[in-house]
Each structure stands twice: as structure tokens, then as C-alpha cells.
């Protein structure tokens, strides 16, 4: 074994030596070449390639599970298009029953998304706003001649009732990436502020979307000539405190996380019925035992197709979504409200069935927590087994970044990959970058591939040069390793 492998610690095995040697040894030794000069510590990265037939073309440390961050998306939502379908909708409904109206959630994480908003219109061609997401349902009570409700019941019991993992930074809960993930969910689970100086030394708040009259908001907010920096966090008795300085009405709002989205939206449903003069004795939860069978619809259902939240779990990379994919995939396996347990259950039997191993831990969908650990060998074999063609492997790879979209735009829309395409994600919490995904050449032949890194202190240029410089020498090889006439495809085991 040649010195530089000695220094990054590679072990590979006669089986190994013998498959790179007959069909991937010029890759491996590129691979190597570039881990070195990378100047990364040996022993802080592990990196795997794997073609679409199964065979390990590269490996480096690929066989010990590191912390993944973002790329754990990748497990959650090819999970949750094995579980529920690649047509799978989210469906919320409002439900009417005597005197009693039920908004029962689907743990849709789309309902009322501010960004998926701007896509749409009302029924007078008007951009949808959140607000008017909730007179859809609110009109709808109206126009059914309903002029009193006894009960407002919020049914979010298709997930449990642990919205946050209790291993998520302490400090950063009421950060939008760490909202939530509920049966019933509702503008990503949190409020947007809009900022501004006032008349005097004192800040205000000109918008708050959606808006919540009833609930308590402590504006701390000071005018400053210059600088603005504002902060804002929830209460544990529900009071939005809102701290910092303001020099210019804020054109990007500040989010703060809300703890109980659903009965907030039982809240603000019920805000807007009163509006309309229709009375709302109380708003509840559903119980454990209720049933609402012989309930009937009152309004349109409320509708995101998986499509949609599988792109903004990996194009986008927004957390909710795939915690609610890791949880609702839990919930259709077992028909138990979904959990952060069933859905890590649910995963490694999945990823077992199709890598052969279950050597990982789960502790969320997203990658927020620090507990989550994979091989980046598992990784590559995951992403290999959902292949072209298929309807789970279409719905998986059109749900990932391109260099022309997403989060590797940036990095990889200038980069000469040889006529091959990329799908990738990335992922990042503090000292950890990872990226994996696949490189298709235009003759269809695909390489899955996973780099993933960590303890790199404050600076991730090296592990993102290194991740760069593995994907161009992946498309590098397949534009000069024609495919043989008898290499049939099977999935990687």
C-alpha cells in the first residue's frame, strides 16, 4: 500500500482490492490523491463511490457512520416514498359534526408555507397570503349557514405530541430550522415579524404574519440609527418577547418559532370565525379515543403532493419537511401517531432491505441532531438503490439539488462535469459538511457517491474543495469508461 493511503488510514479488503483493481482502481487512486491533498486530519472524513451495479469503486474510511447533518434527509424521505407512495397528497381537513367543527392534520409541513404561498393564487387571481388560507375555511363555516360552534376541535393526532427532539441545540429552538413538527402544521410552524423604528426611541412591529391579535407580544424593540439586529423568542407562559435594535423597516422578516401550532391555528381559525360573527365556545385537542367517522366535510381539503415537500426537503433543505416525512411514514407503517422512535425504526428497516445493513443510528429526519450517525457507504448504497426509471427512484432524484438549483448551485454551476449531470445534498451543522448524491453519464450510467466530514472546526473550504473534486473525478471517469454491451444494471445490495 502506498504511503498516502497509509496516512489517511484506508483498509480494504482482497475482495475490495481485487473488484477496484478489474473496475474502479484509477478512481480509487484519484480519490486518494485528492483526500490528501486536501490537508484534512486523517480520520475526519470517510468517503464512498458505488456504481449502479453494486461495485465500490472508491472507498476511504466508507465503512464508519459519522454525523451527516443534512444528507440524514436523504433517509427520510426515500422512507417516506417507500412508505406512502411518490404520489402520496397531504391532505388537512375541516370537518363539520352537529355543533362541532374538526380541522384534522395529515402532518402536512406545505399547509400555508410563506414560500409556497408566493406561488399561488386565490380564487380571484390574488397571490394566496396565510391569512388567506385560514378564510378559505372560515368562509366556507360561513357560507354553510353555521352561526355557532360548540366545539373547535384540533385533531393532530396522526403524529405524537413531541414536536422537538429533546437532542436539538438548547440555543437554537427558536430559530426557524428548529421548529417543530406536528400533526397539524401551519406556516412552518412560526410567526414572521416585520420590524420598524417608531416615532420615538421606541421600535414597532408593522406586520405579523399570520396575524395573531390575542396573543401577548413584549416589544422590546429600541430605534438605532444604524444598525439593525433583532431577535425574537417565545415564552414558556406564550408571550413573544421581541429584543434588539431597528434603523429601517425590515423587508425580510425575523421568524420565531411557536411551541403549539396546532391549537394556535384552532386560535386563529376561531379569531376569524368570530370576525363573521359565528360564536366559539371553546377549542379543544382530540381526545385519544374520538371519533369522526360520521363528520362531513365543510370546505375544500387543503392539499400539498409529496412532489412538493420532497423538494423542499432536499432542493431546499428545510427541516420541517423532513421530520414530518420521517413521522408520517412512522405513522402509515404502524398506525400509531407518528414518532421520532417508529420513524427511526422505520428507516433502518428500510435501509436494510436495500443496503443490506442497518448499522446507523437515527435520532430525526432533518439532521439537526448530533445523534445521528451513517457510514458514508451506506449513503451511497442507499442513493444507488433508487435508480432511473423507477417511480421511487424518479421521485428521489427529482427532489434533489442541481447545480442549477437548490443548495449546490453556488458551488457546482461553473464546474466542468464532462457532460454528466449531478443530484446531490448537502449538509451542515457546526464543524460537519457532507455531500452525496449521484453522477448520471449521458449514456444513463449513474455513481452514487457520499463524502462526508467531520470535526473540522470553524472553516469548511477543505471539506467542500474535497467534496468539489470528488464529483468531477467521478464525471471524469464515466466520460472515459465506456459501459460493456453484458453489463446489465441490478440494484446495489
Not at 433517509?75 to 397528497?89: C, F, M, N, R, V
Not at 385560514?134 to 363555516?141: P, Q, S, T
Not at 381539503?301 to 412538493?308: E, F, I, K, N, S
Request: proline share 6%; hydrophobic share 40%.
Amino acid at each position: 500500500m502506498s504511503p498516502p493511503l497509509r496516512r489517511l488510514g484506508i483498509t480494504l479488503s482482497l475482495g475490495l482490492l481485487c473488484a477496484a483493481s478489474a473496475t474502479g482502481q484509477s478512481l480509487q487512486s484519484t480519490i486518494s490523491s485528492h483526500a490528501v491533498a486536501s490537508g484534512l486530519r486523517s480520520g475526519s472524513f470517510g468517503i464512498a463511490i458505488v456504481d449502479d451495479r453494486g461495485t465500490v469503486l472508491a472507498d476511504i474510511d466508507a465503512n464508519v457512520p459519522r454525523i451527516p447533518a443534512s444528507n440524514q434527509k436523504l433517509l427520510a424521505s426515500g422512507t417516506a416514498i417507500l412508505a406512502l407512495g411518490h404520489d402520496y397528497e397531504f391532505r388537512t381537513q375541516l370537518l363539520h359534526r352537529g355543533g362541532e367543527l374538526v380541522l384534522v392534520g395529515d402532518g402536512d409541513p406545505g399547509l400555508a408555507d410563506p414560500e409556497l404561498l408566493s406561488r399561488m393564487t386565490d380564487a380571484f387571481g390574488q397571490p394566496l397570503t396565510v391569512d388567506g388560507v385560514l378564510d378559505i375555511w372560515a368562509d366556507a363555516v360561513q357560507h354553510a349557514g353555521i352561526d355557532h360552534v360548540d366545539r373547535l376541535v384540533i385533531d393532530d393526532r396522526v403524529f405524537d405530541s413531541d414536536f422537538i427532539h429533546p437532542s436539538w441545540p438548547t440555543d437554537q429552538l427558536n430559530q426557524h430550522y428548529c421548529a417543530g413538527s406536528a400533526g397539524l402544521n401551519f406556516h412552518r410552524n412560526m410567526l414572521s415579524l416585520y420590524p420598524a423604528p417608531g416615532s420615538g426611541a421606541q421600535g414597532v412591529l408593522h406586520d405579523v404574519r399570520p396575524a395573531v391579535p390575542f396573543m401577548p407580544i413584549d416589544n422590546r424593540l429600541k430605534t438605532h440609527t444604524k444598525k439593525s439586529a433583532v431577535s425574537a423568542a417565545q415564552n414558556s407562559d406564550g408571550t413573544i418577547v421581541v429584543n434588539g435594535t431597528v434603523s429601517k423597516p425590515l423587508q425580510v422578516p425575523v421568524h420565531v418559532t411557536v411551541r403549539d401550532m396546532p391549537m394556535l391555528t384552532g386560535r386563529m381559525l376561531a379569531d376569524r370565525l368570530i370576525r363573521r360573527g359565528i360564536e366559539v365556545d371553546t377549542i379543544e385537542r382530540a381526545t385519544p379515543t374520538e371519533r369522526f367517522a360520521d363528520a362531513s366535510p365543510i370546505g375544500p381539503d387543503l392539499v400539498t403532493p409529496m412532489a412538493t415537500v420532497l423538494e423542499r426537503c432536499n432542493v431546499e433543505s428545510r427541516n420541517i419537511y423532513a421530520d414530518c416525512l420521517l413521522k408520517r411514514a412512522a405513522h402509515e407503517a404502524t398506525r400509531r401517531p407518528g414518532s421520532w422512535r417508529d420513524g427511526a425504526g422505520l428507516v433502518r428497516r428500510e435501509v436494510h432491505a436495500r443496503t443490506g445493513t442497518d448499522v446507523l443510528e437515527v435520532a430525526d429526519g432533518s439532521g439537526m441532531s448530533r445523534r445521528n450517525a451513517v457510514s458514508p457507504l451506506v449513503l451511497a448504497k442507499w442513493m444507488a438503490s433508487f435508480q432511473r426509471g423507477t417511480p421511487e427512484g424518479d421521485a428521489m432524484l427529482d427532489s434533489m439539488s442541481t447545480p442549477d438549483r437548490g443548495t449546490i448551485d453556488r458551488r457546482f454551476d461553473s464546474l466542468s462535469l464532462a457532460g454528466c449531470t449531478l443530484e446531490g445534498k448537502t449538509g451542515y451543522i457546526r464543524g460537519v459538511s457532507t455531500l452525496s448524491g449521484v453522477v448520471t453519464a449521458p449514456d444513463g450510467r449513474a455513481v452514487s457517491f457520499s463524502v462526508l466530514c467531520n470535526s473540522l472546526g470553524s472553516s469548511t473550504t477543505a471539506a467542500k474543495t474535497l467534496q468539489k473534486n470528488v464529483v468531477q473525478a467521478i464525471a471524469r471517469w464515466l466520460s472515459t469508461h465506456a459501459v460493456t454491451p453484458d453489463a446489465a444494471r441490478r440494484p446495489a445490495a
